[in-house]
């Protein structure tokens, strides 16, 4: 799955010459999903290396001399922060490797709702030729962008839209640097929802902000925007989602993630309103190879220091 394997090994192998790599996905076919199947590999383990598999206090429990639980991600939901804190095991992320292609994937899902060309293309699947079947189409040098969130790809995302947007509102409480952008304004979330016609989430999901977006938040939002989801699928209920893209007061999803990031058998999937990718923001081979090089260095840091 990983195409840098040889230059992880490289950097693992400043740990010295007895350091044994253990590769669950040599023994897992596409490496450990669940916390259980990661339970027997962490035992004797000084590191574990993890992209997909969760860490639970169960997994941090498990293990016996574990120093370092090193996330292939920038979010790092799926780790128990508390319990590995509580064991002295420190907990390390990449948050910096994907920015580029992330706030691509949000300008790309923005750009077509509101260009309408995944809808178009269905129509077109449908056999529905007639141009005027997608009208109307708002201009988007017309239209107001809500970022929810002021971070790493909030302000990469900004830093782009800013050449298609006519004006961009930003909702994040814990952001100081207001100061270097006198041009966003900075409002409240109910303000900005109201004012936008497309809003793009970039929090990270914590307990607070599980469900930031629900039928209290859909209600305050213009009829017919477009939101944007390229950070995690359960900072949103789903079933207000669901209920606003059937209602039109969402005129359009462009969802890069899912709650449970299963893709099958949602009823986001074949949506007419909804544009819905695989969890594939972060992905490029330049980001994967950052990705490897950098989760590999944080282990041989927390190792050696
Ligand atoms: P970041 O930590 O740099 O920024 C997060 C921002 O959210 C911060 O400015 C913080 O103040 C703000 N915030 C926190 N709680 C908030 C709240 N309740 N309301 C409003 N703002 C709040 O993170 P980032 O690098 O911008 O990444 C954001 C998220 O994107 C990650 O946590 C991760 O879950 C997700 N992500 C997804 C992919 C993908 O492939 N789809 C890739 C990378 C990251």
């Known amino acids: 799955y990983y195409p840098n394997i040889d230059q992880e090994r490289r950097i693992l192998a400043q740990l010295g010459p007895d350091v044994e790599i253990v590769d669950c996905t040599q023994i897992i076919p596409g490496g450990a999903k669940t916390c259980e199947q990661l339970l027997p590999f962490v035992g004797d383990a000084d590191a574990l290396m993890t992209q997909f598999a969760g860490v639970d206090a169960q997994v941090i429990a498990a293990m016996r001399q574990c120093k370092v639980i090193a996330h292939y991600a920038v979010g790092v939901d799926l780790i128990d922060i508390e319990a590995a804190t509580r064991k002295n095991i420190k907990v390390a992320n990449v948050p910096d490797y994907c920015l580029d292609e992330v706030s691509n994937s949000a300008i790309a899902l923005m750009l077509d709702a509101l260009r309408k060309i995944t809808v178009a293309r269905d129509l077109l699947l449908k056999g529905e030729f007639n141009m005027d079947a997608i009208q109307p189409i708002k201009r988007v040098s017309d239209t107001t962008l809500c970022l929810i969130g002021f971070g790493n790809i909030a302000r990469n995302v900004y830093a782009k839209a800013k050449a298609f947007f006519a004006r961009v509102v930003v909702y994040d409480p814990y952001f100081n640097g ?70 039109g007061k969402l005129g359009y999803a462009g969802l890069d993630v899912l709650a449970d990031d299963e893709y099958e058998h949602t009823a986001f999937l074949r949506h007419p309103h909804v544009c819905l990718t695989p969890h594939i923001a972060w992905n490029s081979d330049g980001s994967r190879e950052e990705l490897q090089r950098k989760t590999a260095e944080n282990v041989v840091s927390a190792l050696l220091t």
């Not at 989430?201 to 925007?225: C, E, N, W, Y």
């Not at 477009?226 to 949103?236: D, S």
Request: glycine share 6%.
């Open 178 to 247: 207001q100061a270097d952008y006198p041009e966003i304004t900075f409002l409240t979330l109910e303000e900005a929802l109201s004012q936008a016609d497309v809003v793009s989430i970039h929090v990270p999901l914590t307990k607070s902000t599980k469900g930031l977006l629900g039928r209290a938040q859909f209600a305050q939002m213009k009829d017919g925007a477009v939101l944007v989801n390229t950070a995690r699928g359960a900072l949103i209920d789903e079933d207000a989602m669901l209920e606003a893209l059937d209602s």
